[in-house]
Every structure is written in structure tokens, then in C-alpha cells.
């Protein structure tokens, strides 16, 4: 029996968990993006290749050569920070990319990645059905991707994540997760300013690849929001990296989000699912807290 192909298009954090849950899977995984990512070509890596996703046919020749069943699509500009300064380009580059791959693998089962940033964070939470309001020019690119998609492809999904983390070396050379980053410096003894005014629900990184396969192989609804089961600000959040780290807690200085880099995060960040449960329960899936997504990071070994 031939073993399932898969596309995934974009190559960093997230994008090369699921290549990594797929391979383990079965599927041969073969990944995509404008640059290699670390490791590539390394022994037991998922492979990659070089594509432009926002060249037209450039899509179509990689579609043809992985000759892919199912396709990923994990493809930035994802800094929102960037995304805010340059609003035009940043949907321009989502949704051609979205495009591309769609026509491209027309047939295909794909699901696109997409953000809870879709929402202006007035609400707690927000379940598949709330209305859509982006407050950032991060959601409105990966809004108008998600409707790229559900309007042109035949057998899709969109995969809205909440703020996704897992384990990155300090020497990563890029910005790491919150996760990361927190439990780095705070190991160090440095200081860490963490907003006590945004809330998010942190989803392990390695479950959102577990919800990821489940949702590529189906059946699974147009629509589905993937958030943890903690709604936790990030102060909070930092306080707890600290504790399992053993660090000192007041490390942790409290600043309002509008002082730094997360002031065009949507307030509350988070989402709740009317789906997740049933889909979770059929394939066996656990998506993990924060304070176990700690233990479960911090208990592995880690290079670096």
C-alpha cells in the first residue's frame, strides 16, 4: 500500500511540528517555504523544499513534483508586529499564497492554519460561530485567506489557533515562542515584563499537530477553533514558567500590553470550541493545560 503524501507549505515552529506528527504518522511529509529551515536535510527530518508561495507557478510545480494527497498550509508573514507596519503586503502575501496552493491542489484535502486574531478580543472567548472583527492587520491577512480558501477549495478546513508554544533553544536565532523565551531568560535570572491586561488560551504545540492530523484526514467541519483549556494572562503565565523553571517569581514584572510590543494583540486572545471535544474524543487527542504543557516541556531533554 502507498504511503499518503502531504504538502506542508511554511517551514518554522509550527509548520514543521505538523511535518514531523505527520511522518510520524505514516505520511511522507515534505515541507515548503522561501528558506530552509534548521535542520533540514538532517536524519529522521521531514523533507523540504524551496517555493515562493506567492508565485503562481511556482506552487504548481512543487504541487507536481511532491505529487501531495493533502496539503498544510502554515504560510507567514506571521510576526504581527511586522504584519501592522506593513498591512498591504501582509495581505497580499496570505492570500495569494492561499490561492496558489488552492488552485495548484485543486482536489486536494488542504486546511489552513489561521489565528485567533480574526477577533477584536472585546469577548472572554470565542467559539466557532462568534462573528469575526479583526483588531490587528494580522487577522484581517489571515481572514481574508480563510475566506480564499472555503470559497475556492472543495474539501477544506480552517484551523484557528490560539497562541501556540513548545520548546525552542535559546540559540534559535529567530524570536522564540512566549514559552521559550520566558523559561530561557528567567533560567538566566533576567527580568521578564509580561502583560497583565491580555489573555490568551496557550496550546501546546505538539497538540496542535495531533489536532492538525486528525482534521487532515477528517471528517472535520469547515470551521474549527483549537485553544487550550487555560485562560491564563501573560503575567500569569510567566509567574508559572517561573515556578517550574525554579525561579524567583517577582522576576516577573507586571506591565500593561500597551507598553511593548503586544499592544495590537486583541485583548483576550482565546478560544472555545463546539467541535473540538467530539473530534478529540473520536481520535483519542488530550489537549493539554499550561501547567502540564510546562512539565511535559521542561521534563524532556532538550539540547541547548
Known amino acids: 500500500m ?8 511554511g517551514s518554522g515552529f509550527v509548520g514543521t511540528a505538523i511535518a514531523r506528527r505527520l511522518a510520524a504518522g505514516g505520511t511522507v511529509a515534505v515541507r515548503a517555504s522561501r528558506r530552509p529551515p534548521a535542520a533540514a536535510g538532517a536524519p529522521g ?13 511556482a506552487c504548481r510545480r512543487v504541487v507536481d513534483a511532491v505529487r501531495p494527497d493533502a496539503v498544510v498550509l502554515v504560510h507567514g508573514p506571521s ?50 460561530p462568534a462573528p469575526t472583527a479583526p483588531g490587528n492587520a494580522y487577522g484581517r491577512a489571515k481572514l481574508a485567506a ?12 480552517v484551523l484557528r489557533v490560539s497562541l501556540v508554544y513548545g520548546w525552542e533553544p535559546p540559540d534559535a536565532g529567530k524570536w522564540l515562542n512566549y514559552f521559550a523565551s520566558c523559561a530561557h531568560r528567567l533560567r538566566r535570572g533576567e527580568r521578564v515584563e509580561a502583560p497583565d491586561d491580555h489573555w490568551t488560551t496557550p496550546v501546546l504545540v505538539d497538540d496542535v ?28 503565565w510567566a509567574r508559572l514558567i517561573a515556578t517550574a523553571v525554579g525561579a524567583p517569581t517577582d522576576l516577573v514584572v507586571p506591565v500593561p500590553k500597551a507598553a511593548g510590543r ?27 493545560g499550561v501547567r502540564e504543557g510546562a512539565e511535559a516541556l521542561l521534563g524532556a531533554p532538550h539540547p541547548g
Open 45 to 57: 527530518e521531514p523533507a523540504w523544499t524551496a517555493l515562493d508561495a506567492t508565485d503562481r507557478d
Open 2 to 9: 502507498t504511503a499518503p503524501r502531504a504538502l506542508v507549505v
Open 146 to 157: 480563510e475566506r480564499v480558501l472555503l470559497a475556492t477549495a472543495a474539501d477544506a478546513s
Open 79 to 128: 510576526d504581527v508586529t511586522w504584519c501592522e507596519a506593513h498591512p498591504e503586503e501582509a495581505v497580499a502575501a496570505h492570500t495569494a499564497a492561499t490561492a496558489n496552493l488552492a488552485a495548484a491542489a485543486a482536489g486536494r484535502r488542504t486546511v489552513l492554519i489561521s489565528t485567533d486574531n480574526v477577533f477584536d478580543g472585546a469577548a472572554p472567548g470565542y467559539p466557532e
Open 209 to 236: 499537530a495531533e489536532v492538525t492530523a486528525a482534521v487532515l484526514a477528517g471528517p472535520a467541519p469547515e470551521l474549527l477553533h483549537l485553544g487550550g483549556p487555560d485562560r491564563v494572562s501573560r503575567a500569569e
Open 262 to 288: 503586544y499592544a495590537c494583540r486583541p485583548t483576550n486572545a482565546c478560544l472555545t470550541s463546539v467541535h473540538l471535544g467530539r473530534i478529540a474524543a473520536t481520535r483519542g487527542i488530550r489537549v493539554r
